[in-house]
């Protein structure tokens, strides 16, 4: 639960304390961030051990130590959080104030719809956007990316924007960057579908980046699995997060996990019981929709395997 009222905020004053000033958190570290400042510089901070879970994205109010490192004192109110379970299966956030997610999938390694779904729900149930994105183009002849059409026009009439492209020929990567700019994204999905290959055809100065960054936290060898915020060329950020790229659902309570089916929240309120979990029940209208064609029978299957647990 939220609390009613916020502890109230402890100043920083005294000598010696500097004026607090804002930044964005490039990346985390576990015990350290990286805080871009408001003239670009990078400053590894540490945040205040009552500020729990500052994540890539957070907007951050921090005071310089006087040692040329940064302390995190604030987090201004975020939005668009993704949360991951921890290894308890509690939700984690993962990065914030994110606008997108973009699901990637490729014909290679093969296409697992449940984890589509499953994704497009975690996107869902944190109140953040979603688009999916077919990578490998290349691979496609007219035939097969008609089939992938047909495969994901379901998503498209939810209203998820579906896009194709290859790293390989660098087909799509300029309309994928069209439709980044001036938001913060992130990519998710399945090893092996090209993430790591589209954020270096994003960015195509990364090791450069990277370099950067190291160099200003000091912390080289984590730089390359952390979290990390990347400015984009034509604005907008991209959130690279190599080790948080598979995730499950933190729920499996049926009317949260609906909630992450815009498709099946749509028919819900036209189930008899306000409470139907459509698992069988009688008078189920998602059932019913997806028995006369109006829901797609895939779509409740994926639904009813995450509630299974
Ligand atoms: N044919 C084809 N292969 C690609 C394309 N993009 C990436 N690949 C290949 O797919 C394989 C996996 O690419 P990665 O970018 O490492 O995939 P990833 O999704 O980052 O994988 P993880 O790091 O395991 O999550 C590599 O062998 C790439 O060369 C593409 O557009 N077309
Ligand atoms: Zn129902």
């Known amino acids: 639960m939220r609390r009613a009222h916020p502890p109230p905020r402890r100043r920083q004053a005294g000598p010696g304390a500097g004026e607090e000033r804002g930044g964005l958190v490039l990346a985390n570290y576990g015990r350290f961030l990286a805080v871009e400042g408001g003239d670009g510089t990078v400053v590894r901070c540490v945040a205040r051990a009552r500020l729990r879970d500052v994540v890539c994205g957070d907007r951050v109010g921090w005071v310089p130590d006087g040692s040329g490192q940064g302390v995190v004192v604030s987090v201004a109110p975020r939005h668009g959080v993704l949360l991951r379970p921890d290894r308890r299966g509690r939700p984690r956030p993962v990065a914030a104030n994110l606008d997108r997610v973009v699901v990637v999938v490729a014909p290679q390694p093969p296409f697992d719809r449940h984890l589509l779904d499953r994704y497009l729900a975690a996107a869902e149930l944190c109140g953040i956007g979603a688009a999916v994105l077919v990578n ?52 998710v999905g399945q090893s092996g579908v090209g993430k790591s290959s589209l954020v270096k055809a994003l960015l195509p100065d990364l090791p450069i980046r990277i370099g950067r960054l190291s160099e200003a936290t000091g912390l080289g060898r984590h730089t390359t699995t952390a979290t990390t915020l990347y400015h984009l060329p034509r604005g ?29 929240a749509r028919l819900a309120p036209a189930c008899r019981f306000a409470d139907c979990r459509h698992l069988g029940e009688p008078g189920c209208a998602v059932e019913a929709a997806a028995a006369r064609g109006a829901l797609d029978p895939e779509r409740l299957a994926s639904y009813r395997r995450i509630v299974a647990g």
């Open 236 to 264: 907008g950020d991209l959130i690279d997060s190599p080790g948080v790229r598979a995730f499950a659902l933190w729920t499996t309570e049926p009317r949260e996990v609906a909630r992450g089916f815009v498709d099946i």
């Open 136 to 187: 490998k183009a290349d691979l496609l002849d007219e035939a097969a990316r008609a089939d992938w059409r047909a495969r994901l026009a379901p998503y498209a009439d939810m209203g998820y924007a579906v896009a194709f492209a290859s790293t390989c020929t660098a087909s799509g990567i300029d309309a994928l960057a069209a439709l980044l700019a001036g938001r913060t994204s992130i990519l």
